[in-house]
């Protein structure tokens, strides 16, 4: 159903990533939601709440640790040098 509301112009946005703070103690489980959600490759933006500023640096340390296709991967590098 995501991918079919994506294929169709909707923007889809990953939120509750951290299992609402259930994953904070697991590394694992932190990872792999992590990736199966960048892994749909329908996901447009994720909201994630932190309650530490570390966590931010923790969370874009795990982000950029999934594997990327190689459109994902051109359209990530544009970004970051249009930020």
């Not at 994953?23 to 909201?47: H, P």
């Not at 874009?60 to 994902?72: D, G, S």
Request: aromatic share 4%; net charge positive; hydrophobic share 45%.
């Amino acid at each position: 159903m995501v991918r079919k509301l994506h294929k169709t112009g909707k923007g889809v946005l990953g939120m509750k990533l951290i299992g609402e703070g259930a994953f904070r103690n697991s590394d694992e489980k932190r990872d792999k939601s992590i990736s199966y959600v960048l892994g749909l490759g329908c996901v447009d933006a994720m909201v994630v709440g932190f309650e530490k500023i570390e966590e931010i640096d923790d969370f874009a340390a795990r982000v950029r640790k999934v594997p990327r296709k190689p459109a994902l991967a051109a359209a990530s590098a544009l970004q970051a040098c249009t930020v």
